[in-house]
């Protein structure tokens, strides 16, 4: 690296080759943020929160200071993006990433870029030290890998204006591979990181590769054997590292200037980017399957959720309607009879006619029956009950009015049908083909 010099621009965009794997994740996140079908406004419109994919995969590198991290992505990208040297260069969050233009971008600018990673600012102070380099290379799979280059791990008195090690733990968490590197010259059993490994060992293990980098400074390869066994012995010390299966390939950078005879398996990192890739894409197709199922299934929890308000809302107002007629029309038969009471027969037939008028004989009579049966000294105390019971009635009648739950309208449940049906013909349909052109690909490349 050191007979070449940087280049501020590795490919121009319009010359780059998208290839299927882009087109596929790019397609993808286009179904999402859709300014006017998108899933994520679909989710939105009904109460379900969806994240649209990332077009990219996210590799976080790890270690102590020194140990080529930052070299490395220099090396993949094949742009001098990140300063490199013994000190300690990057002493925040950095995500390098490929785009249009070269750019650079503070925290919060980098946290509008990645949505995904909003939750960092519950880590207080992290914001300040986020940071973004954009870059326009195409390089190997370049285009669709997002580095996130951590700070350079120490012991001692080393105080980082932020919870470095909760930070990193976090940010593993949601990446798609971890890379640890280990450099041979006696940084290597850093407690700090070890420390970070082993707490995302136990989250998120399946995760997490090991490497030694810089690997041609390490001497002969006696002394490169040494360093392994000695970050081997240290790892098996501790019970979350000491697993089956341990590789740690050595790695470094090339430089056909000053040639190595130890063994470089550093395009194997390259290959291990691209597998993760080609899982991503397949991931994204799955969970763009189930983000459908999931809108889909909520639309008609919500339409059965709107039928049974409808029944629910007849039979409230049916309470209401009988509890409101009962509290008008009971005091208005108890006053009318006394009134009505004042009349003759002969009055009532030439009122109302006589058949009319025997069936309001019947109910005054009643009324009136029910009314001499009460004792004098009591009628006074059934006025009252009488009138606090047709007020409860009334009261009644208003509590049932106002339990009616809320219903979709018209408009809105064409809306849900409307966009049940373009899940199903338009977004599934997209998905499958998609899927079958990926899989066309594959067995293309592969000659399956």
């Given at each position: 690296m050191s007979g070449r010099k940087p280049r501020s621009v590795a490919n121009p965009l319009e010359?780059?080759?998208t290839t299927p794997s882009e087109r596929i994740l790019k397609e993808c996140h286009s179904l999402y943020v859709d300014s006017e079908h998108g899933l994520v406004r679909i989710a939105s419109s009904l109460g379900v929160r969806l994240l649209p994919p990332r077009k990219k995969i996210i590799v976080m590198i790890m270690g102590n200071h020194s140990a080529g991290k930052s070299s490395f992505i220099n090396w993949y990208a094949e742009e001098h993006?990140?300063?490199t040297g013994?000190?300690?260069?990057?002493q925040g969050f950095t995500f390098i990433t490929s785009g249009r233009k070269r750019e650079s971008l503070t925290g919060n600018a980098t946290l509008h870029l990645y949505p995904h990673f909003r939750p960092l600012l519950e880590f207080k102070g992290v914001t300040d030290y986020l940071s973004a380099?954009?870059?326009?290379?195409?390089?190997?799979?370049?285009?669709?890998?997002?580095f996130v280059d951590t700070p350079g791990l120490v012991d001692g008195d080393m105080i980082y204006p932020f919870d470095v090690n909760s930070a990193i733990t976090w940010l593993g968490e949601q990446a798609d591979l971890i890379f640890v590197f280990f450099d041979p010259m006696g940084q290597a059993l850093c407690k700090r990181t070890l420390n970070i490994v082993e707490k995302l060992s136990e989250k998120c293990g399946d995760k997490l590769l090991f490497y030694l980098s810089k690997a041609d400074e390490a001497g002969k390869e006696t002394d490169r054997q040494r360093v392994m066994m000695q970050i081997v012995q240290e790892l098996c010390r501790r019970p979350g590292l000491n697993k089956c299966g341990f590789e740690m390939p050595t790695i470094y950078i090339p430089n056909p200037q000053k040639p190595s005879r130890c063994v470089n398996q550093i395009d194997g990192v390259c290959q291990t980017i691209e597998k993760t890739i080609n899982q991503a894409v397949q991931k994204t197709l799955d969970q763009l399957e189930k983000d459908c199922d999931l809108i889909c299934s909520t639309i008609s929890s919500r339409l059965e959720q709107d039928r049974a308000d409808v029944t629910y809302n007849k039979s409230v107002r049916l309470h209401?309607?009988?509890c409101g007629t009962l509290g008008v029309f009971l005091p208005l038969l108890f006053i009318l009879s006394f009134i009505v009471n004042t009349f003759s027969k002969e009055q009532l037939d030439e009122l109302l006619g006589e058949g009319p008028a025997r069936t309001v004989s019947v109910f005054i009579g009643v009324v009136m029956y029910l009314w001499d049966w009460i004792p004098e000294d009591g009628q006074v105390v059934f006025v009252i009950i009488f009138g606090a019971f047709c007020y409860l009635l009334l009261f009644?009648?208003?509590y049932f009015a106002g339990r009616g739950n809320k219903t979709l309208t018209k408009k809105e449940k064409r809306t849900m049908a409307e966009y049940n049906g373009y899940i199903q013909d338009?977004?599934?349909?997209?998905?499958?083909?998609?899927?079958?052109?990926?899989?066309?690909?594959c067995a293309a490349e592969y000659d399956l």
């Open positions: 010359s780059a080759i993006i990140q300063k013994v000190a300690i260069e990057t380099e954009i870059s326009t290379s195409k390089q190997k799979k370049f285009s669709l890998v997002t209401s309607f009988v009644l009648a208003k338009i977004i599934k349909t997209k998905k499958g083909k998609l899927y079958e052109w990926y899989l066309q690909q």
